[in-house]
Structure formats: structure tokens, C-alpha cells
């Protein structure tokens, strides 16, 4: 019971950009490192999304809401 499976929508290309947010922190903050105190480890992610702030990038969808079709 320590596991709760979610099944996500088969269209669920929104998920790809979490994940790819979760994989550069990871790469670039966290990588290799031996983190020795959760505070250290949250002092890490919110400096690596401070970091981020400071020059944002424009996410442009590529499809509008009614072009949209759900199968």
C-alpha cells in the first residue's frame, strides 16, 4: 500500500513538460551531490527556481482550445 497508481489520460502531453522540468532540476541541481539535510535539499530546489525566474521562457501552445479534439 505504499504505492498509489494514477492513471493518466492517454493525451496527456502536459505531463511532458513537468517531467521535463523535474529532469533539468535534477540534472543540474542535484546531480551528484550528497545532500546532507532536507533543508539543504529544499534550499537547493528554490534556489535552482530562483534561478529560473530570472530569465523565464515563453511556453507558445501550438493548438487552439476549439482545434482541439478529444478521442
Same mark, same amino acid.
Given at each position: #500500500?505504499?504505492? =498509489?497508481? &494514477?492513471?493518466?489520460?492517454?493525451?496527456?502531453?502536459? @505531463? #511532458? /513538460? &513537468?517531467?521535463?522540468?523535474?529532469?533539468? @532540476?535534477?540534472?543540474? %541541481?542535484?546531480?551528484? +551531490?550528497? &545532500?546532507?539535510? /532536507? =533543508? =539543504?535539499?529544499? #534550499?537547493? /530546489?528554490? *534556489?535552482?527556481? *530562483?534561478? %529560473? #525566474?530570472?530569465?523565464?521562457? /515563453?511556453?507558445?501552445? $501550438?493548438? $487552439? %482550445?476549439? =482545434? +482541439?479534439? +478529444?478521442?
Amino acid at each position: #500500500n505504499r504505492f =498509489e497508481f &494514477v492513471f493518466t489520460p492517454k493525451h496527456g502531453s502536459w @505531463l #511532458n /513538460i &513537468v517531467e521535463m522540468l523535474f529532469s533539468k @532540476l535534477a540534472r543540474t %541541481m542535484l546531480r551528484e +551531490i550528497r &545532500v546532507k539535510t /532536507i =533543508e =539543504e535539499l529544499k #534550499n537547493r /530546489i528554490e *534556489q535552482y527556481f *530562483q534561478e %529560473m #525566474n530570472k530569465s523565464p521562457v /515563453i511556453f507558445r501552445w $501550438k493548438y $487552439k %482550445m476549439d =482545434e +482541439i479534439t +478529444i478521442a
